[in-house]
């Protein structure tokens, strides 16, 4: 009962920060932690991020299904491959292939090196402080439909840092579309879409480890199928009402409490290192 609970503390966790530029992968490292709980491991986080996908998947499904389609039909038909949607299938798959060639490749150092919490107190103040950068400087002018290949492949590459928990997946793609000059709305919405590959790729490709003792590395929690099925769904949920949120809250607001709220997190889980009260 007590994994049960646990995982539904985390699914909500999930769910909540996910899309939020302060990472769910920093929080889902450091409040295990806090509350003794031990690491839940990048493979139980991993899993439980489908369930947040699975809410991009829905929320989106009208543009996925036009990029899709017209992806497709772009291979066969040359009318249709100067078309926006057309154009945004290839943009995902560019800007997927970094995440994905660096997460194959990197693997064991992402669930073992990556993991320290000072890396992540670290990269929830730099990126936090980018992020804040990003959105002051950063221009205005660009929609999703001015996007060209060099911007996705930059978005792409910005995405991969989110390989490091504290790096915030949608913070790092964010903040490089801000820089870019794409609008708020426009930047938010494609690292959405780009996250979708990125994500249950990597959930898929975790899913052998569920429940296996065997490869949990020390200090990790090891939650079976039902308690990681549990955070999953629950994940979903509060994921889906999650982007309907900040897709309103960015049309009309600056990202400035992210980063405050980033540097504070951060900032807290340093001091608590370096009192002794937090393990890395």
Known sequence: MTDYLQALFLGVLQGLTEFLPISSSAHLRIFP??????????AFTAVI???????????????????GWT????????????????????FIIVGSLPIVILGVLLKDIIERDFRNLWIIGTTLVVLGVVLGIADRIGGQEKRIKQMSLRDAALLGGAQALALIPGVSRSGATISMGRFLGYEREAATRFAFLLAIPAVVGAGLFELQEIGDVGVAHAGEASYGWGPTILATIVSFVVGYAAIAW??????????????LYRVALGGSVLVLLAAGVLSA
């Open 33 to 42: 932690e806090l509350f003794g709980w031990g690491d839940p491991g990048a």
């Open 49 to 67: 991020q489908i369930g947040t996908e699975l809410a991009v998947l829905i929320y989106f499904r009208k543009d996925i299904w036009n990029i």
């Open 71 to 90: 992806w497709l039909r772009s291979l066969v038909k040359p009318e249709y491959r100067g078309h926006v949607d057309a154009r945004m299938g290839w």
């Open 246 to 259: 900040l897709l309103r809250y960015v049309s009309t607001r600056s990202y400035t409490p992210f980063v």
